[in-house]
């Protein structure tokens, strides 16, 4: 009766001390750069600058996302499992002179999105393609004139997807480095009413929902053993 079990254990040991003698771990840290057009969102921003023709400088459109990520990669053969955090944001900002109060007037926005990911990548030589599940904790805050910090107008949580393709190339003994496309698809959009309350007085529609899916690219450095 116990023999079975025995030999079911010294199987399941040796398996698994093969497993990690030729899986490798490794840890990445990138940079990430994109292309969104949430077209609600820039709705928004624009008729803050229209209402606003003494401002110097608008509020920008909302199409550029960029951050960092770092991760820890479980590489076996030609398959690897990563586990990513990244922070992508865009910082806006709009000044000038209030005519009604003849003071110096200031507004910054920040679009934060913070995601935490599992993925699966497949190699095939110096190619590989991959896609993630993502937990997405997604936020607005502003900063304006007359108050003393800033705070946060939205924050959404939600998931999302990654997909991507990548070359990777040696960069030494211990070190490789990925040139990664990517685009980021949220699987729901994000109610921003309370950005268009905040920014320019419009509570018109309760359900301004805007998609921020995005396209780009990543460069990824990875250590350890190749």
């Not at 459109?61 to 990563?82: I, S, T, W």
């Not at 497949?122 to 896609?131: E, H, L, Q, T, V």
């Not at 190339?169 to 698809?185: D, K």
Request: charged share 20%; glycine share 8%.
């Amino acid at each position: 009766m116990h023999r079975p079990n025995r030999y079911s254990l010294l199987i399941a040991f040796f398996l698994c001390t093969t497993f990690a003698l030729n899986a490798q771990i490794n840890l990445g840290v990138g940079y990430s750069l994109g292309y969104t057009n949430p077209v609600e969102d820039q709705m928004i921003f624009e008729k803050f600058n229209e209402d606003r023709p003494w401002l110097e400088d608008g509020l920008e459109p909302m199409n550029a996302l960029q951050g960092f990520h770092m991760g820890l990669r479980y590489k076996f053969d030609f398959v690897a499992l990563e586990l990513t955090w990244r922070n992508r944001f865009r910082i806006k900002r709009a000044n000038g002179i209030d005519p009604s109060t003849n003071a110096d007037f200031q507004r910054r926005m920040v679009h934060r999105y913070y995601s935490y990911s599992i993925g699966i990548e497949n190699f095939i030589n110096n190619f590989s393609y991959g896609a993630s599940i993502d937990l997405e904790d997604f936020a607005i805050r502003t900063e304006v004139t007359g108050i003393d910090k800033d705070f946060t107008i939205v924050r959404h949580y939600g998931l999302g997807s990654h997909f991507f393709v990548s070359y990777n190339l040696n960069a030494g003994e211990a070190l490789s480095f990925a040139i990664r496309p990517y685009v980021h698809i949220p699987w729901q959009t994000y109610n921003i009413a309370k950005v268009a309350e905040e920014v320019n007085g419009d509570v018109s529609n309760s359900e301004l929902n805007a998609n921020y899916m995005n396209i780009g690219i990543m460069f990824i450095f990875y250590n350890g053993r190749k």
